[in-house]
């Protein structure tokens, strides 16, 4: 019927070839004929768990309050969730300058929950346990499958029990080192079910990375399959686990258990690694555990996960989100930014092993009750159709993805978008770092054919949570800005000393005040949390990003400040990639810069001085290349060695990366000052030298 095919707009129905707020300002919705509710004059934090800002106005108020009441507040919100013991009065406390003493933030004092409860048994106590809560699309097309709110549940209970029967106890970390199977978001739900902190490793990881990483975390269980496919190669996933085993184990720490999932369509059991008594297959040992797993219900700031993250110096940070204030950000910015409505099929192509995969796939989506397609493949296998033709087949109506994705379907052209029916579209997100103006247009008139809103998300792994973005509808978009402050965030523009800049201006961008899901902690390093977060602008944390605020009060992130490069929308730190270069015995120092690249955002540009006498051939440089891939993982492998016999250094021995930027994007006659080099003879070396 015409009200059936016309669910889920601004009305409360869905409109699939218009876009989500087609009549925001009509009582009557057009194309279907139906009363829309008239959006409330005013609305209140708790309005927002029922419906939506229609416009800036409403907006302004409710923001207001955000940032003036931001206890009361976000407790309004988080009334929709289950709490086993509620928070006190005065749940909220913070310390957000380290003149003041040390650096901490706490929301929902007083209160225990458990997050698994309310992204799983919530739903299927409310009667919506038979609700597809996961559709998979395997790497392969037509390897594919779905599963209801309840099965899940069903799934992570047994693991949960597993992991218990295992030892793991509240509190303590497990490592989850996985393809994008199911079990990989159903693991992490495991271990928030028993309280555990659980550690997904990105799979793209090497085994040092991986073995820093549990060891750092001093994780007692690893949870891995036996393979992974990417595309049309399969990569022996347990291999590289059992590496980081070995490694953590030399370093002093062993893995006690690692249960390992027989992928078998990358890697059959009987081509896979297995260690007896330290290792159990999955399948094997997760059927024989009892179906209902009590929940451990945890203090609102009990750990919840670390993510280990680059910086723009030393080893990757373990950011720590905790539970309550974690929940209730990443359900209300899940459900605002993307306009979720009953009846929705929303698609996130981002892994579990990084935020976004965290935040809006394993958490968000489920909190919200939602419908989700998980990608296990690659956007361009077998053809650059695919993400178009997954959209086609379950009717994908909310889509995001990372400009980079974007930028390389683009360059394949419009027809393999054009070849599918991507009707069912209703918005499109953005995610990961800046997207170029072209891009947004790609995305906006070819997939979207110009009706649907693109919310431009930016946040980071600290944050949890989109901070600023657009709310769809609610105002008008301009291609490259993410717009602005999500409820309870106050970004505020720096100049170099600190001082908080009004109006139009562009500069240092901070945050002053905490919101729900504030990272808490550096994991074992506070010292490093509160210096690299809230040292370099006491009274702020410190994002790393540069911006420019218009006229219109919009943020335009203009990108790092730091020595953190944005490569595909993976962040990697300068100083990791020149220590795996120097660990090959043949380079004696390196220098990394980020280079503008038209398909990566970033590409990684290596400058390398090799030990005396060693010569420069291709072959070294494929050397260097291949041990950034096994320090590292393979997505950090330079896209550019550039030999350099010095570096450009100041007299104090400072590496003026400035002009290392400035070489590598040939703009060497924009050099600016160059008076404090120890050797000015360098420069013209190195652009002698470029290509070579
Ligand atoms: O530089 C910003 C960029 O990505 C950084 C955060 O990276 P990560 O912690 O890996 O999280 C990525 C997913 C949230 C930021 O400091 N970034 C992220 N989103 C955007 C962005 N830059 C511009 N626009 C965005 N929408």
Not at 102 to 131: K, M, S
Not at 205 to 224: G, H, I, P
Not at 530 to 546: A, I, K, V
Not at 584 to 612: F, N, R, S, W
Request: proline share 6%; net charge negative; aromatic share 10%.
């Amino acid at each position: 019927s015409a009200q059936q095919q016309h669910r889920r707009g601004a009305c409360g129905n869905s409109h699939p070839r218009l876009s989500l707020r087609h009549a925001p300002r009509s009582s009557r919705c057009a194309p279907c004929r139906v009363a829309a509710p008239e959006a409330p004059a005013t609305v209140s934090a708790s309005t927002l768990n029922t419906s939506f800002v229609q416009n800036k106005q409403q907006y302004e108020a409710l923001y207001k309050r955000s940032i003036e009441d931001p206890a009361g507040f976000w407790a309004e919100v988080a009334e929709q969730f289950h709490w086993e013991t509620k928070w006190e009065r005065d749940h909220m406390r913070y310390n957000f300058d380290v003149r003041a003493g040390p650096i901490a933030v706490e929301w929902f004092r007083g209160a225990t929950t458990n997050l698994a409860y309310n992204c799983l048994d919530r739903h299927v106590l409310a009667g919506r346990g038979d609700q597809t809560c996961f559709i998979w699309e395997g790497n392969d097309v037509g390897r594919e499958k779905s599963m209801t709110y309840a099965e899940a549940l069903d799934e992570v209970c047994r693991l949960a029990n597993w992991l218990r029967a295992a030892g793991v106890k509240k509190g303590d970390a497990v490592a989850i080192y996985m393809p994008m199977l199911l079990e990989l978001p159903l693991a992490m739900l495991a271990c928030a079910r028993i309280g555990a902190v659980h550690s997904v490793v990105f799979g793209g990881f090497s085994a040092e990375s991986l073995a820093q990483r549990m060891e750092d975390c001093k994780a007692k269980v690893l949870l891995t399959a036996s393979g992974v496919m990417r595309g049309p190669k399969s990569i022996d996933l347990k291999k590289i686990a059992d590496k980081a085993c070995s490694l953590s184990a030399e370093a002093g720490h062993t893995v006690e258990h690692v249960l390992v999932y027989e992928n078998d369509n990358a890697v059959p059991a009987a081509d896979c690694p297995f260690t007896p008594g330290r290792d159990r297959w999955w399948q094997a040992e997760v059927s024989a555990q009892p179906h209902t797993c009590a929940p451990e219900w945890v203090e609102a700031e009990h750990p919840l996960f670390l993510l280990y993250t680059s910086g723009s110096t030393g080893k990757p940070k373990g950011v720590l989100h905790t539970t309550g204030g974690y929940m209730v950000y990443a359900a209300t910015t899940m459900r605002h930014v993307f306009g979720l409505q009953p009846g929705d099929v929303y698609w996130c192509t981002a892994d579990c092993g990084w935020i976004t995969g965290h935040s809006y796939l394993a958490y968000g989506p489920l909190l919200n009750g939602t419908t989700q397609v998980v990608f296990e493949g690659v956007p361009t296998h077998p053809t650059p159709a695919r993400c178009w033709e997954v959209v086609a087949a379950h009717g994908v109506t909310q889509f995001y993805t990372a400009p980079t994705a974007i930028r390389s379907l683009m360059s394949f052209g419009d027809q393999w978008v054009s070849q599918c029916d991507t009707s069912s579209l209703r918005l499109l997100g953005s995610v990961g770092e800046p997207i170029n103006p072209e891009a947004w247009r790609w995305y906006h008139e070819v997939v979207g054919k110009g009706k649907c809103p693109i919310v431009d998300t930016w946040w980071q792994t600290e944050t949890g949570g989109h901070m600023i973005t657009p709310l769809p509808g609610a105002w008008p978009e301009k291609p490259g800005s993410a717009t602005l402050p999500f409820f309870g965030v106050r970004p505020v523009v720096l100049d170099e000393k600190g001082n908080e800049l009004q109006g139009e201006a562009e500069g240092i961008l901070a945050i002053a005040q905490p919101w729900p899901s504030t990272l808490r902690t550096v994991y074992g390093d506070h010292e490093r949390y509160q210096s690299n977060y809230f040292g370099p602008f006491p009274g702020y944390y410190f994002t790393g990003d540069g911006c420019r605020r218009d006229a219109d009060g919009y943020y335009w992130i203009t990108g790092r400040v730091d020595d953190v490069i944005n490569v595909s929308g993976h962040r990697i730190g300068t100083a990791e990639v020149e220590s795996a270069l120097v660990a090959h015995p043949a380079c004696a120092e390196a220098a990394v810069v980020g280079y503008d690249h038209p398909i990566k955002g970033q590409g990684i540009y290596a400058y390398v001085t090799l030990m005396a006498g060693v010569e420069a051939t291709k072959e070294l440089k494929k050397e260097l290349v291949g041990s950034v891939r096994s320090i590292i993982g393979a997505f950090a492998a330079p896209d550019v060695i550039h030999w350099a016999p010095g570096l450009p250094k100041t007299r104090s021995g400072k590496i003026m990366r400035r002009v290392l930027r400035k070489i590598a994007a040939k703009e060497e006659d924009q050099l600016g000052d160059t008076s404090t080099l120890a050797d000015p003879g360098v420069v013209a070396s190195l652009v002698e030298l470029r290509g070579k």
